[in-house]
Each structure stands twice: as structure tokens, then as C-alpha cells.
């Protein structure tokens, strides 16, 4: 007699025997060709197994919704294990299990969810479209390609000088034919296929070019990933960080794929995929806003250059899911997306980001409570108590985090005198020319204009809004209310122990992240705007023939799509680093020659031991150091007294060495720990390094480093693309005692003995 299974004993049949493969190959087999096939059978039965019991709102994208959940309740999961235990073999079965608990729930039955009325059947697009669609796809390969065959190890400090003219000129018209095809198209789905190729096609570059990888908080995150892979855990378990940390090792454990690509692209992808999809429908629930629409108007997104997911950091994690949150809120309040889905998002923002999600949280429970309430008079009162609590948490959680680090007491100002530290945010760097010729002078004049822009469609599309309910106002109030936070932390919180331009980066990043909580109406005003125009034309062009009417309609259309596809080519070139004659950001970057001038320094004092086990129980920084190489293979073990010299260098220098050798030495001093390598946030040896670099090559200076760290053997490392590089070297050779030249002059590394 032939057994017959019910679908859910067949997902838990093939959901266990992915699991049982994964569990095998965390503890033995160690194959991504095994661990890769494994999780993805894994994750899609449970993303559609939580579809089928907490979804029942969603249409389009509904299998992503459920992946969301699953993503955001591991990362929670993951975050609670952290603490508790840390990442091991134990914690990872524990969190492949838990999840089988849903077998317990009823779901809808099959016939519950296919006689549903569903508006987005697949329909078959015409020849010209399929074709516009398909040229569509084919340049974004092709740009893609371009990146891959010009990526580079040595230095770049604008990704823009591996490319010529011709990738910006294919980018704006593969981005016209996808607004083409997105319009046209009658198959959502492949429209959201389209779209994300291309979102990664602008989020992708900086991990595509830098094979290295790029920036330098990024190599910080990854050295601590790749400790936490190895140890477990590191110490202190602090509460930042964590929900990235313990999901990227999991991922790792998992799929045995390298720490490095895990990390480099886990943003760019989680974005290019999850904004079509939670925009589109979101505007569709709550405004009507036709689907291939909303597909398009994600591409509001990428125009605000620093909303830019083209790197992975806890940060920019927590800036994505908080976009997220803020759409499938609003949705909420139009009872047409699940709470759950914003809940989730924002316990797992907490979980990687405390600072950063704690507004976020806060917005999201105010949210949640004005919805219930009845009385205006309550409201009004909850509205106000809304604003000063989000105004203040960012102040006061600084405030916690100093105590609890034992760092100095911050110093009050008076915030009004100190307005014009507040209004350096918004002043033009230093590194724009003044004077460049008249195309440039345009275009950057334009990038001033971006975020103007933004902010009048977004206050716009507020004002147009009919029938407020009072929820809503608590979006433009968070914005405002951060705003003000920002103004706050700027001008009237000054912490002692922090570089000046430091101070200024987290202000800066609450006054990015207060235009998001904005987004939705800007993408609304463009909507009602298009409609406007669309009216417009008609009118005007109701007098023509019938041939003349179709050559006027090809003529806008065709002005109308250049001019979007220009505008959003710009905002992606402003959203990395340039160089260029107006423009002389400094967007170095880690390169071959970094990673051979660390490792010369490392040969000098000691011999290369290679350990091809770890011990799984050293899990602080200072014991049992383990070095690991960026593919997280071939580990150096190495004691801490083997590494007691100090390396003067800049950001990128210490970024190779925290790749190559992880988290080597620290010593301990009068203020506390430091790395045995310059690292720029307000430590003593990088304010050692700035003298050296600003205020003459003095024997003195790395005398004083030696000092404060209690070594006898101090580095000064120094860059051929520094300004003043020649001048700074010849003064370090009258002071040194010797020195080392790496590659053809592109690293010079100066040798102090006390």
C-alpha cells in the first residue's frame, strides 16, 4: 500500500533531512557544496511554512515575508545564544531545531490558499517588452561584468577611476530600459527580478572592485566575526554589534563559506532584494499605488546618495531594516501588513545596533499605542511625550554607555552657542575645490541640491495626504525629533576623549537616518506628481492626429526616462568616493602592498608557526591570540609576548593587520586598553601618529608611543598617497633607526628602538 503525506509531513520530511545534512557537515564533512544546497532548503520550507501561519495579509512577496521573519528571529535567536553560550556546534543545533516548533501550529489549508482572489497571477508581457526587459538584463550583467574584470588590489581611491565614461552611459540607458520594461510589464514578479539586479548593480560595486574589501570599520567587523567563527565569543560581550556578529558566523558554520564574502555582500544583496518587494506592496496596501509603480519609485531610494547599502556594517544593516520598518509599519497602521513583521525587524536591529535601533523601537511602541487611543486630548499628550522621549534617547544612551565603560564624564555646553558646530554638518568638506570648470561646478551643485530635494517631496507628500489619522504624525515627528537629538549631541554633549571629527559622524548619521522615517510620502508626492503630469500631456496633446499624438507621448516618454536615469546615474556616482577636478575625497583603500608591509613587520619578530587546529576555549583578546587569514583558513597561532612592539599607521594599514593577525595585542595603560596598532578612534598611539605625521618626524614622538604602551620597539608606517608622503619620509629618515621600502616605494616602514 503506497503512503500518501500531507504537505506538511512532506516539508517536515525534506526540512529534517536538511537539517540532519547541516548538522553533519558543521560537525564533519565542512563542504560548501553540501552546506550552500542544505540552508536553502532549509530556508524556504520554513519561510513558507511561516507564510502559511502568520502571512495571511500578504499578496506579493509574501515567501519574502516569511524569509524576513525567519532572518530577523535567527538573528535574535543567534544574539540570545551569544550571550549565553556563544556560537558553537551546540548553539547552531539549538537554533536549527527551535524553528521545527512550527510544525506545531495549524496552517491554511491548500484550498484556503488557492481559492483566495489573487491579483498578481503571472501574466505573460508582450514580444517588445520581453525584449526591452531582457536588453535590460543583459547591461546589468554586462556592467557587472566590467566591475569583476577591473577589480584591483593595489590602491584606488575612487572606484570610479577602474571604469571609463562608457559604464555611466550604458548604466543610464539599461536604467531607461528598466523603467521601460518595469512600466510594461504585466509580470511583477520578473519586474522585482529586474529591478534588484539592478539595485545590486549599484550596491555591489565596492565589494566587486576592492578584492581586498573596502573602508575600514567593515575590516573591524569582520576581524571580530571571524574571532567569534574560530572562539566562539570574544570579551567583552558588550551589547553592540552582536545580532551581525553571531548571524554571519552562523551563516559561516553553516555553509562553510568564507567569513570575507558572507560579510562583504550580506547588505548589498538583503537590500537589493527586500526594497522592491516591501515598497511595492506596501504602497500598493495603503495608497493604491499600482504595483509596477511601486517597483519603480523604490528607485527613490538609491537617489539619496548616502542611503547607499553598498557596504556591511552593523550600521547600514540596522539603517535597511529600519527602511523596512517604516514601510511595513505604516502598513500596519492600515491594518494591511502583520505587526509582527516591524516587531521582528525591530528586536533584531536591537540586537546588532542598541544605539542605533533604540529610536526606531521607541517610534515603532508610540506607533503601536496611538493606534489605540480614542481620546484627541490623550493623543496630543501622548504626541508630546513621543517627541521629547525620542529627542532625548539618543543623549541619554551615550551618556549609559560612558558610565559603563568607566570613559569620562562628557562636558555640557550651552547648545545655542554652540549652534555653529552644528551648522559644520551641513558646510561643504574640504576636499571640494573651489574653482573647476563649469560642467563639474553643475553637477556638484546639483549634489547639494539632492537632499533639498528629497526633503520637499517627502514634507510634499505629507501635506497632501488627506484624512490623517493621528498615528501618522509621529513619522515627521521622529524625523524631527532626531534632527534635534543630532543638534543635541553636536553642540551641547562634547566628549573629552574623542577626536573632533568623530564627534561630529554620529550627529551625522542621526540626520541621514531622520529622512527615512519621511520616505513614504516623498515616494507618494512622486506618484500624485506623475499622475499631474500624465493629466498635463494629455491635455496638450489632445488636439494632435493620431501619428502626431504617438511621436509627442515617444518624445516625453523618452525626456522623461533620460532625465530619471541621468538623475539617479549621478546620485549613484556621488554615493562613492570621487576624484576628480572638483571633487578630492579621500576614499583610499587597503591594499596588496598594506597586507605585505604588516606581514614584514610581523617576520621581523617572530617566526611564522602554523597551527592548523584552534582552541576553541581562548575567547579573549589577550589570550591564546589566534591570527586569522581572510579566508578564515590557515590560522598562525601566536603568544601575546611575541608581539610587543607598537605599529604607528594609518586606518588602512591597521585594517590589513586586523584582517592577517586578528586581534593580536592589546596593552593595558593608564587610559585603558590599546592595540598594538594605531587605530583612529581617539586613542593615544593614533594621536602619537597625527604627530608624527603634522608636527615634524621627531625621535620624541615615537619615544612617547613606545611609553605609553611600555614596549621598546616602535613602526612608523607611511603611505606614498599621503600628502606631504616625500616630505614626511625624509623627515623619518633623519629620526629612525632604520627603515623598510615595500612594493616600488608605496609603502616605507620606519624602525624605532628605544
Same mark, same amino acid.
Given at each position: 500500500?503506497?503512503?500518501?503525506?500531507?504537505?506538511?509531513?512532506?516539508?517536515?520530511?525534506?526540512?529534517?533531512?536538511?537539517?540532519?545534512?547541516?548538522?553533519?557537515?558543521?560537525?564533519?564533512?565542512?563542504?560548501?557544496?553540501?552546506?550552500?544546497?542544505?540552508?536553502?532548503?532549509?530556508?524556504?520550507?520554513?519561510?513558507?511554512?511561516?507564510?502559511?501561519?502568520?502571512?495571511?495579509?500578504?499578496?506579493?512577496?509574501?515567501?519574502?515575508?516569511?524569509?524576513?521573519?525567519?532572518?530577523?528571529?535567527?538573528?535574535?535567536?543567534?544574539?540570545?545564544?551569544?550571550?549565553?553560550?556563544?556560537?558553537?556546534?551546540?548553539?547552531?543545533?539549538?537554533?536549527?531545531?527551535?524553528?521545527?516548533?512550527?510544525?506545531?501550529?495549524?496552517?491554511?489549508?491548500?484550498?484556503?490558499?488557492?481559492?483566495?482572489?489573487?491579483?498578481?497571477?503571472?501574466?505573460?508581457?508582450?514580444?517588445?517588452?520581453?525584449?526591452?526587459?531582457?536588453?535590460?538584463?543583459?547591461?546589468?550583467?554586462?556592467?557587472?561584468?566590467?566591475?569583476?574584470?577591473?577589480?584591483?588590489?593595489?590602491?584606488?581611491?575612487?572606484?570610479?577611476?577602474?571604469?571609463?565614461?562608457?559604464?555611466?552611459?550604458?548604466?543610464?540607458?539599461?536604467?531607461?530600459?528598466?523603467?521601460?520594461?518595469?512600466?510594461?510589464?504585466?509580470?511583477?514578479?520578473?519586474?522585482?527580478?529586474?529591478?534588484?539586479?539592478?539595485?545590486?548593480?549599484?550596491?555591489?560595486?565596492?565589494?566587486?572592485?576592492?578584492?581586498?574589501?573596502?573602508?575600514? !570599520?567593515?575590516?573591524?567587523?569582520?576581524?571580530?566575526?571571524?574571532?567569534?567563527?574560530?572562539?566562539?565569543?570574544?570579551?567583552?560581550?558588550?551589547?553592540?554589534?552582536?545580532?551581525?556578529?553571531?548571524?554571519?558566523?552562523?551563516?559561516?558554520?553553516?555553509?562553510?563559506?568564507?567569513?570575507?564574502?558572507?560579510?562583504?555582500?550580506?547588505?548589498?544583496?538583503?537590500?537589493?532584494?527586500?526594497?522592491?518587494?516591501?515598497?511595492?506592496?506596501?504602497?500598493?496596501?495603503?495608497?493604491?499605488?499600482?504595483?509596477?509603480?511601486?517597483?519603480?519609485?523604490?528607485?527613490?531610494?538609491?537617489?539619496?546618495?548616502?542611503?547607499?547599502?553598498?557596504?556591511?556594517?552593523?550600521?547600514?544593516?540596522?539603517?535597511?531594516?529600519?527602511?523596512?520598518?517604516?514601510?511595513?509599519?505604516?502598513?500596519?497602521?492600515?491594518?494591511?501588513?502583520?505587526?509582527?513583521?516591524?516587531?521582528?525587524?525591530?528586536?533584531?536591529?536591537?540586537?546588532?545596533?542598541?544605539?542605533?535601533?533604540?529610536?526606531?523601537?521607541?517610534?515603532?511602541?508610540?506607533?503601536?499605542?496611538?493606534?489605540?487611543?480614542?481620546?484627541?486630548?490623550?493623543?496630543?499628550?501622548?504626541?508630546?511625550?513621543?517627541?521629547?522621549?525620542?529627542?532625548?534617547?539618543?543623549?541619554?544612551?551615550?551618556?549609559?554607555?560612558?558610565?559603563?565603560?568607566?570613559?569620562?564624564?562628557?562636558?555640557?555646553?550651552?547648545?545655542?552657542?554652540?549652534?555653529?558646530?552644528?551648522?559644520?554638518?551641513?558646510?561643504?568638506?574640504?576636499?571640494?575645490?573651489?574653482?573647476?570648470?563649469?560642467?563639474?561646478?553643475?553637477?556638484?551643485?546639483?549634489?547639494?541640491?539632492?537632499?533639498?530635494?528629497?526633503?520637499?517631496?517627502?514634507?510634499?507628500?505629507?501635506?497632501?495626504?488627506?484624512?490623517?489619522?493621528?498615528?501618522?504624525?509621529?513619522?515627521?515627528?521622529?524625523?524631527?525629533?532626531?534632527?534635534?537629538?543630532?543638534?543635541?549631541?553636536?553642540?551641547?554633549?562634547?566628549?573629552?576623549?574623542?577626536?573632533?571629527?568623530?564627534?561630529?559622524?554620529?550627529?551625522?548619521?542621526?540626520?541621514?537616518?531622520?529622512?527615512?522615517?519621511?520616505?513614504?510620502?516623498?515616494?507618494?508626492?512622486?506618484?500624485?506628481?506623475?499622475?499631474?503630469?500624465?493629466?498635463?500631456?494629455?491635455?496638450?496633446?489632445?488636439?494632435?492626429?493620431?501619428?502626431?499624438?504617438?511621436?509627442?507621448?515617444?518624445?516625453?516618454?523618452?525626456?522623461?526616462?533620460?532625465?530619471?536615469?541621468?538623475?539617479?546615474?549621478?546620485?549613484?556616482?556621488?554615493?562613492?568616493?570621487?576624484?576628480?577636478?572638483?571633487? *578630492?575625497?579621500?576614499?583610499?583603500?587597503?591594499?596588496?602592498?598594506?597586507?605585505?608591509?604588516?606581514?614584514?613587520?610581523?617576520?621581523?619578530?617572530?617566526?611564522?608557526?602554523?597551527?592548523?587546529?584552534?582552541?576553541?576555549?581562548?575567547?579573549?583578546?589577550?589570550?591564546?591570540?589566534?591570527?586569522?587569514?581572510?579566508?578564515?583558513?590557515?590560522?598562525?597561532?601566536?603568544?601575546?609576548? /611575541?608581539?610587543?612592539?607598537?605599529?604607528?599607521?594609518?586606518?588602512?594599514?591597521?585594517?590589513?593587520?586586523?584582517?592577517?593577525?586578528?586581534?593580536?595585542?592589546?596593552?593595558?595603560?593608564?587610559?585603558?586598553?590599546?592595540?598594538?596598532?594605531?587605530?583612529?578612534?581617539?586613542?593615544?598611539?593614533? *594621536?602619537?601618529?597625527?604627530?608624527?605625521?603634522?608636527?615634524?618626524?621627531?625621535?620624541?614622538?615615537?619615544? !612617547?608611543?613606545? /611609553?605609553?604602551?611600555?614596549?621598546?620597539?616602535?613602526?612608523?608606517?607611511?603611505?606614498?598617497?599621503?600628502?606631504?608622503?616625500?616630505?614626511?619620509?625624509?623627515?623619518?629618515?633623519?629620526?629612525?633607526?632604520?627603515?623598510?621600502?615595500?612594493?616600488?616605494?608605496?609603502?616605507?616602514?620606519?624602525?624605532?628602538?628605544?
Amino acid at each position: 500500500m503506497k503512503l500518501r503525506y500531507s504537505k506538511k509531513q512532506q516539508r517536515l520530511i525534506v526540512t529534517t533531512g536538511a537539517t540532519m545534512l547541516l548538522i553533519l557537515n558543521i560537525m564533519l564533512l565542512h563542504s560548501m557544496l553540501i552546506g550552500i544546497p542544505a540552508i536553502a532548503i532549509y530556508t524556504y520550507i520554513f519561510s513558507r511554512l511561516i507564510t502559511d501561519i502568520f502571512l495571511t495579509k500578504e499578496t506579493l512577496g509574501k515567501l519574502f515575508y516569511g524569509f524576513l521573519l525567519l532572518l530577523t528571529g535567527q538573528i535574535i535567536l543567534n544574539t540570545a545564544c551569544y550571550y549565553i553560550s556563544g556560537v558553537n556546534i551546540g548553539t547552531i543545533v539549538i537554533s536549527l531545531l527551535l524553528p521545527f516548533l512550527l510544525f506545531l501550529f495549524t496552517t491554511r489549508s491548500e484550498e484556503r490558499a488557492t481559492s483566495k482572489k489573487n491579483d498578481l497571477t503571472l501574466k505573460p508581457s508582450n514580444p517588445l517588452t520581453a525584449v526591452i526587459g531582457t536588453v535590460s538584463i543583459l547591461m546589468n550583467i554586462t556592467l557587472l561584468l566590467i566591475l569583476f574584470t577591473n577589480h584591483t588590489t593595489s590602491i584606488m581611491p575612487s572606484p570610479w577611476q577602474a571604469v571609463n565614461y562608457w559604464f555611466f552611459i550604458l548604466f543610464v540607458i539599461s536604467t531607461g530600459l528598466l523603467i521601460l520594461f518595469i512600466w510594461k510589464n504585466k509580470n511583477y514578479q520578473t519586474s522585482i527580478l529586474a529591478v534588484s539586479l539592478h539595485l545590486f548593480v549599484m550596491y555591489g560595486i565596492a565589494g566587486i572592485l576592492y578584492s581586498l574589501g573596502y573602508g575600514f !570599520d567593515a575590516f573591524i567587523h569582520r576581524a571580530t566575526e571571524q574571532w567569534i567563527l574560530v572562539n566562539g565569543s570574544i570579551l567583552p560581550k558588550t551589547p553592540y554589534y552582536i545580532g551581525q556578529y553571531s548571524l554571519v558566523a552562523w551563516m559561516a558554520h553553516l555553509t562553510n563559506l568564507p567569513i570575507f564574502y558572507i560579510d562583504v555582500y550580506l547588505v548589498p544583496i538583503l537590500a537589493s532584494v527586500s526594497l522592491p518587494l516591501v515598497i511595492s506592496t506596501t504602497l500598493k496596501k495603503i495608497w493604491y499605488i499600482p504595483y509596477k509603480i511601486g517597483i519603480l519609485l523604490t528607485l527613490f531610494i538609491p537617489f539619496i546618495p548616502f542611503l547607499s547599502f553598498n557596504l556591511t556594517t552593523p550600521h547600514n544593516l540596522v539603517i535597511l531594516f529600519t527602511v523596512l520598518i517604516v514601510f511595513t509599519t505604516l502598513g500596519y497602521l492600515k491594518d494591511k501588513i502583520t505587526l509582527i513583521i516591524p516587531i521582528l525587524l525591530s528586536l533584531a536591529s536591537l540586537a546588532i545596533h542598541p544605539l542605533v535601533a533604540t529610536p526606531t523601537l521607541i517610534f515603532l511602541v508610540g506607533i503601536i499605542i496611538t493606534k489605540k487611543i480614542t481620546s484627541s486630548k490623550l493623543s496630543l499628550i501622548f504626541h508630546l511625550l513621543f517627541f521629547t522621549a525620542i529627542t532625548l534617547t539618543v543623549p541619554i544612551l551615550f551618556l549609559i554607555n560612558n558610565f559603563l565603560n568607566n570613559a569620562p564624564l562628557p562636558q555640557f555646553t550651552n547648545s545655542l552657542t554652540q549652534f555653529p558646530l552644528f551648522l559644520e554638518l551641513f558646510r561643504c568638506p574640504y576636499w571640494y575645490l573651489t574653482h573647476a570648470p563649469l560642467l563639474y561646478e553643475i553637477i556638484y551643485a546639483w549634489q547639494w541640491l539632492i537632499i533639498p530635494t528629497a526633503l520637499t517631496l517627502c514634507v510634499g507628500g505629507f501635506l497632501m495626504i488627506k484624512k490623517k489619522i493621528p498615528a501618522i504624525y509621529l513619522f515627521p515627528l521622529t524625523t524631527i525629533a532626531l534632527f534635534l537629538s543630532a543638534w543635541f549631541l553636536r553642540s551641547w554633549i562634547v566628549f573629552p576623549d574623542v577626536v573632533s571629527y568623530e564627534q561630529g559622524d554620529y550627529p551625522m548619521r542621526l540626520l541621514k537616518t531622520s529622512l527615512i522615517f519621511i520616505l513614504p510620502f516623498g515616494m507618494y508626492m512622486i506618484h500624485r506628481a506623475l499622475k499631474h503630469l500624465n493629466t498635463l500631456a494629455q491635455k496638450q496633446f489632445n488636439h494632435l492626429t493620431i501619428k502626431q499624438l504617438s511621436t509627442q507621448k515617444t518624445a516625453f516618454t523618452f525626456m522623461l526616462v533620460t532625465i530619471i536615469s541621468t538623475v539617479i546615474m549621478l546620485s549613484l556616482y556621488f554615493s562613492y568616493p570621487q576624484r576628480n577636478i572638483k571633487s *578630492r575625497f579621500p576614499g583610499f583603500n587597503v591594499t596588496a602592498s598594506d597586507f605585505e608591509a604588516v606581514e614584514w613587520i610581523y617576520k621581523q619578530e617572530t617566526d611564522f608557526s602554523f597551527s592548523p587546529a584552534l582552541d576553541m576555549n581562548q575567547s579573549t583578546m589577550t589570550e591564546g591570540v589566534i591570527l586569522g587569514l581572510m579566508d578564515g583558513t590557515n590560522l598562525i597561532e601566536k603568544k601575546p609576548h /611575541e608581539f610587543d612592539y607598537i605599529v604607528l599607521s594609518n586606518q588602512l594599514v591597521s585594517a590589513a593587520a586586523l584582517t592577517k593577525y586578528s586581534f593580536a595585542k592589546y596593552f593595558q595603560t593608564n587610559h585603558g586598553e590599546i592595540f598594538y596598532y594605531a587605530i583612529p578612534t581617539g586613542g593615544d598611539l593614533y *594621536r602619537q601618529y597625527g604627530k608624527m605625521l603634522y608636527e615634524g618626524q621627531k625621535r620624541a614622538y615615537m619615544n !612617547d608611543a613606545m /611609553e605609553i604602551a611600555g614596549v621598546n620597539k616602535a613602526y612608523f608606517v607611511i603611505n606614498n598617497y599621503w600628502a606631504n608622503a616625500n616630505k614626511i619620509i625624509e623627515g623619518a629618515k633623519m629620526s629612525a633607526d632604520s627603515w623598510e621600502v615595500i612594493g616600488d616605494g608605496d609603502v616605507w616602514i620606519f624602525v624605532y628602538k628605544k
